[in-house]
C-alpha cells in the first residue's frame, strides 16, 4: 500500500512456451494499480530470468503465407464451440492474445480479471506498406462479473517490429 | 464325446438367467468340415443356450458354412474343449464381448450418437439417461424432478446398488450453460460407476453402500441455448419482467445471504440474482428435491468451470464455517488426489477468498440446511481455452476430477453423520 499513490504487487511468475510446455523462462514483475482514478493502465515493470526462443522461421513463415494469400484472410469462432482451432489459424489466435494482452493491461483495476475469451470476427485488411493489420471482434471474459464483453481492435503486425494495437474499443453487448 | 456333452448338460441346468453384463464372454467362428461336426453343433445348441451370429439359427448350418456363435462365460472353456476334442476346426472371434462393447462405447467415431469424449447436446443427453437407466436397472434408476421454464424435463439419475436406510450424495452439473465440461463430467462420472461396478473396490463399495443423486443439467435451457444461439450465455432463459434482458443467474439464486454480494440486481447482468430466492424453476427443482431428502442426503457437489479450483462455503460471506478445518483438509487431500494423475494443479479454499465473495450460491444454501460436506468444483482450464475447453481435453479432465470426487465420496462414507 503506497500512501497517496496506489497498491503495488510484487510477481514471482513461471513463463511456460505454449507450443513447448517444458521450455519455461522465470520472470519477477511489479504492478503498480493507481489509486482513484480508473482510467489510468496499471504501471508494470518486469525483469526476464533468461531469454525467450527465438520465433524468427515461424515469423517469417506465417509472414509470408498471409502476404501471399490472394484473398483476404476472414475467419470466426476461434476456437469452435467444441474449443477447436484449425491448425492454420493457430498463429492468428495467437496474435489475437499478445493483441487483447495490451487491452486487458490497458483496462485493468485491482478489481477486474480479463481474460481472451474467444475470437468473434477476424479480417486481414491488406495494406500497401509492409505491415500485416487484422481487425479482431473479441470476446474478453470479465472473471468477477462473469460479463462476456465484446471489443474491436485492429492488430498490426510485422516480424521485426512486433504487435501494435493502434486502434481498440469496446463494443455494447448486443 | 458324449461323456463331455453330458457333463456340459449337467452344467447347463444350473445355469441363472442371464444378466444384461456381457463380461468374459466369448464368441467363437466354427467351420463345420461334415455332416458330424454339424452334428456336434446341433447337440451343444441343444444343450445350452447358444446365441447364433450367423447363420440365424443352428437349423440353418450346413458343412463348410462359417459359424459365428456366442456363448456364456462359464461355458467357453468347456465349449472350447469341446471343439478341440472332436477336432472341430474354430478360432475365438472376439475373446470378451463386454471389453469390445466398452471400447465401442468409449470411441468418439460414433457422429450423432453419444460419446463420453465429446460435447454432447441436450437431445443426446437425454436420451443417454434412458439408455443407461436401462441398460442398468440394477444400479441406475431415472426421474424427473421437475420441468425448466421452457418446459424441459429435469432429470436425474439415482446411482446405487438398492438397499435399506441408504445415505447419499448429491452431484449435479451444468449449472451455467456455457460451462460444458461439466455436463461432461457428470456423464462421466455415470458411466465410470456402470462400468466399473464389480471391478473397482472402491467404486463397489461407494455404490453398495451409498446413493449417488446425479443431475446432468441443471440449466437445461441455459444449455440448449449455447447450443444453438450464443455459445458464451451463462444464465437461465427466463424472461424477466419490465426487461428485454432474459435469464437469472441460478447459483446467485439461492437463499443463502441471497442477493448481498457479488451478485446484481440487474436483469442484464449476467450475475442477476433473480427477482427472489428460488425465483427460477430450476433451482426450485433442485431446493425441493434437497429438502424431500435431507435426512439421507450427507454430501453436496456442483461441478462449475474454469480456473481449477475446489472450494467449500462460504461464499456469501468471509466468515468461516463452522466445519472449515475439516473441509480444509478434505479439499487439500482431495486436490492432492487430482493432481496425481496429469499434475493439474488445483488451488483451494473458503469461496469468497478463494475466488470471489458471492451470494446466493447452492453450495452454501445446501451447507447451512445442515449439509456439512458441502464442495463446489471449478475444472480445467485457467483461462487458455476457458469455456472452450478443447474436446481432447474431457478424457483426462473427467479422470482426474473423478479421483478427487472418489476420494470425498469415500470420505463421506467413512464420516457418516
Redesign the interface.
Known amino acids: 500500500d503506497i500512501k497517496d499513490v496506489g497498491h503495488k504487487y510484487y510477481l514471482d511468475l513461471e513463463l511456460e512456451d505454449v507450443p513447448d510446455k517444458d521450455s519455461t523462462v522465470n520472470c519477477s514483475a511489479e504492478v503498480l494499480y493507481h489509486l482513484g482514478n480508473k482510467n489510468i493502465a496499471p504501471d508494470v515493470q518486469f525483469t526476464l530470468e533468461g531469454e525467450l526462443k527465438s520465433t524468427e522461421e515461424a515469423d517469417h513463415m506465417f509472414y509470408t503465407r498471409i502476404r501471399s494469400l490472394e484473398k483476404e484472410l476472414v475467419a470466426e469462432n476461434i476456437p469452435d464451440s467444441q474449443g477447436h482451432v484449425p491448425p492454420e489459424l493457430e498463429p492468428i489466435h495467437r496474435l489475437a492474445w499478445v493483441a487483447s494482452g495490451y487491452v486487458t493491461w490497458q483496462n485493468s483495476t485491482e478489481n477486474t480479471q480479463l481474460q481472451l475469451a474467444q475470437i468473434k470476427r477476424v479480417k486481414q485488411v491488406k495494406r500497401s506498406d509492409e505491415y500485416l493489420q487484422f481487425d479482431y471482434v473479441v470476446l474478453l471474459h470479465e472473471m468477477v462479473s462473469q460479463e462476456m464483453i465484446p471489443w474491436e481492435m485492429t492488430v498490426l503486425w510485422h516480424p521485426r517490429d512486433g504487435v501494435q494495437v493502434p486502434r481498440d474499443s469496446r463494443q455494447p453487448r448486443h | 464325446m458324449w461323456a463331455l456333452l453330458v457333463l456340459i448338460g449337467a452344467a447347463s441346468v444350473s445355469a441363472h438367467l442371464q444378466d444384461l453384463s456381457f463380461a468374459g464372454q466369448k464368441v467363437f467362428r466354427v467351420i463345420p468340415q461334415d455332416d458330424e461336426q454339424v452334428q456336434i453343433l446341433n447337440s451343444l445348441a441343444s444343450i445350452m443356450q447358444v446365441d447364433f451370429w450367423q447363420p440365424d439359427s443352428v437349423t440353418l448350418v450346413r458343412p463348410k458354412m462359417q459359424v459365428d456363435f456366442r456363448v456364456e462365460a462359464e461355458k467357453s472353456s468347456v465349449v472350447e474343449d469341446l471343439l478341440k476334442e472332436s477336432g472341430v476346426e474354430y478360432q475365438v472371434l472376439i475373446d470378451n464381448l463386454q471389453a469390445a462393447l466398452d471400447a465401442q462405447f468409449d470411441s468418439n467415431v460414433r457422429a450423432a450418437g453419444h460419446s463420453y469424449e ?2 454432447n447436446n441436450w437431445d443426446t443427453i437425454a436420451a443417454w439417461t434412458a439408455d443407461i437407466a436401462a441398460q442398468n436397472p440394477d444400479l441406475v434408476s431415472r426421474s424427473v424432478i421437475g420441468n425448466t421454464y421452457e418446459g424441459r424435463p429435469m432429470y436425474l439419475l439415482k446411482m446405487g446398488k438398492s438397499g435399506a436406510n441408504k445415505k447419499a450424495i448429491f452431484l449435479d452439473c451444468g449449472f451455467h450453460a456455457r460451462e ?1 465440461i461439466s455436463p461432461a463430467f457428470c456423464q462421466w462420472f455415470v458411466k465410470e460407476a456402470v462400468e466399473t461396478y464389480g471391478k473397482d473396490t472402491v467404486m463397489t463399495t461407494l455404490l453398495d453402500n451409498l446413493d449417488f443423486y446425479v443431475l446432468p443439467v441443471v440449466n437445461i435451457d441455459g444449455y440448449v441455448y ?2 444453438t444461439k450464443d ?2 450465455w ?1 444464465k437461465t432463459r427466463s424472461k424477466n419482467a419490465n426487461s428485454s434482458c432474459y435469464g437469472t ?1 441460478p447459483n446467485r439464486n439461492f437463499n443463502a445471504g441471497w442477493c448481498t454480494t ?1 451478485a ?1 440486481k440487474n436483469p ?4 442477476y440474482c433473480g427477482s427472489a430466492p428460488e425465483s427460477e424453476k430450476e433451482t426450485k427443482a433442485l431446493a425441493d428435491f434437497i429438502r424431500e431428502h435431507l435426512s439421507t442426503i450427507k454430501a453436496y457437489l456442483t461441478i462449475h468451470s474454469y ?1 481449477q479450483l475446489l472450494l467449500f462455503p462460504y461464499s456469501y460471506t468471509y466468515t468461516l464455517p463452522s466445519d472449515y478445518q475439516e473441509l480444509n483438509s478434505i479439499a487439500s487431500a482431495a486436490s492432492k488426489k487430482l493432481a496425481s494423475l496429469y499434475n493439474t494443479k488445483y488451488t483451494y479454499g473458503p469461496g469468497a477468498e478463494t475466488i ?1 465473495p458471492a451470494a446466493g450460491g447452492s453450495d452454501d444454501w445446501a451447507y447451512d440446511q445442515g449439509i456439512k460436506y458441502s464442495f463446489t468444483f471449478e475444472l480445467r482450464d485457467t ?11 474431457i478424457k483426462p479432465t473427467c479422470e482426474e476430477t473423478l479421483l478427487a470426487v472418489k476420494y470425498i465420496a469415500n470420505y463421506v462414507l467413512e464420516h457418516l453423520y
Open positions: 465429446k460435447y460444458w449455447t447450443w455459445r458464451m451463462r443467474d457479488g446484481s442484464c447482468s449476467a450475475t480456473s470471489y483461462g487458455r481455452y476457458g469455456f472452450l475447453l478443447p474436446e481432447s481435453q
